[in-house]
């Protein structure tokens, strides 16, 4: 069936420096979404990519869509201790009319 | 705006009991989902309500089911409850339509426990 990976599934770093999260989808998507939930907290919607090859950046965060569509990642630069968290990608379920399949997420600590 | 309210925010129940479990979306968004969200299994889809129409359903047992109001408001009802049903069970709210383009507003959950 359909699968949305996500690697690492934890990543520890010490503040300062950047992390990367990748997602790998077994389907072409038609668009790509990011969340981010904070611990004891929920899911928090990043952003949304649809374009292939597309580059995002929101301040130190940068999302990418990859070329063929299946694959994205999340780039933060300087980690800082306000970014410990777990970050899920999302893609549209296929035979769905409008609904996400998630990623099991990366969960990053930051140590200061 | 107000965002997504769940209520109760805890539950303890045992095993056998049945729960119901209330989530009132962002007034607007027609369309509500629900999670089931474990460390081992992530955020695991149940099933979403759009216009009081269950439109799309995950691979869970018919213990799980849902219903919608016309005010959008949605409950899921879980019965005969086991100890794998202990969870956090999120509701997503978006504006609808083709929703996964349009972002999902997350509430705060209700955690269940089961014992």
């Known amino acids: 069936g359909q699968q949305v990976m996500q690697i690492p599934q934890y990543q520890h770093v010490q503040e300062g420096e950047d992390f990367t999260t990748y997602c790998n989808s077994s389907?072409?998507?038609?668009?790509i979404q990011w969340y981010k939930q904070r611990p004891g907290g929920h899911p928090v919607f990043l952003i949304q990519l649809v374009k292939s090859g597309e580059v995002k950046k929101q301040k130190r965060l940068t999302f990418q869509f990859g070329e063929a569509k299946k694959n994205s990642s999340l780039h933060i630069t300087a980690t800082q201790t306000t970014d410990v968290g777990t970050y899920f990608c999302?893609?549209?379920?296929?035979?769905?009319?409008?609904?996400?399949?998630f990623g099991k997420g990366t969960k990053l600590s930051v140590k200061p | 705006k107000a965002g997504v309210t769940q209520t109760p925010r805890y539950l303890i129940k045992t095993r056998g009991q049945q729960v119901t479990l209330s989530c009132s979306p962002i007034?607007?968004?027609?369309?509500v989902s629900w999670y089931q969200q474990t460390p081992g299994q992530g955020l695991q889809f149940l099933f979403e309500y759009f216009s009081e129409t269950q439109r799309n359903k995950g691979n869970f047992p018919g213990r799980f089911s849902g219903r919608q109001f016309s005010n959008s408001r949605s409950e899921m009802n879980v019965s005969t409850l086991e100890l794998g049903d202990s969870a956090l069970y999120l509701c997503?709210?978006?504006?609808?339509?083709?929703?996964?383009?349009?972002?999902?507003?997350f509430g705060p959950g209700t955690r269940l426990t089961v014992l």
């Open positions: 997503a709210s978006s504006t609808g339509g083709t929703a996964s383009y349009n972002e999902q507003f």
């Open positions: 999302a893609g549209p379920r296929r035979g769905s009319q409008g609904n996400l399949i």
């Open positions: 389907t072409t998507l038609s668009n």
């Open positions: 007034s607007g968004h027609r369309s």
